[in-house]
């Protein structure tokens, strides 16, 4: 069991940046992705990196706007998050698997952050 805490969320202008923390407890090491939900959408994905961090992949919405990366000696994930839009905005949550399969899809993570609010205003 690894318990997963987001931080950074907050209020930005469109065109700002914020950077996403999400610190896993305990030294084992997830592949971990990052998902977002939208008041009334259902959650999507938005980036995942592998266990050494060598593997990543984006969603095609984020790509070349959002670097996701990992310090695996705090064991802490991390969206960075820059060229916002008004689009962006949902709650974010980090998500922890054991293998490198289906990462784009949420229904394959086993462990759940509570959420980080990222709003941008236009």
């Known amino acids: 069991q690894v318990q997963l805490a987001e931080s950074g969320g907050g209020l930005v202008q469109a065109g700002g940046s914020l950077r996403l923390s999400c610190a896993a407890s305990g030294r084992a090491l997830y592949v971990m992705g990052w998902f977002r939900q939208a008041p009334g959408k259902e959650r999507e994905f938005v980036a995942a990196?592998?266990?050494?961090?060598?593997?990543?992949d984006y969603a095609d919405s984020v790509k070349g706007r959002f670097t996701i990366s990992r310090d695996n000696a705090k064991n802490t994930v991390y969206l960075q998050m820059d060229s916002l839009k008004p689009e962006d905005t949902a709650s974010y949550y980090c998500?922890?698997?054991?293998?490198?399969?289906?990462?784009?899809?949420?229904?394959?993570?086993?462990?759940w952050g509570q959420g980080t609010r990222v709003t941008v205003s236009s």
């Open positions: 998500a922890a698997k054991n293998t490198y399969l289906r990462v784009t899809n949420s229904r394959a993570y086993d462990f």
């Open positions: 990196i592998s266990q050494s961090g060598a593997v990543s």
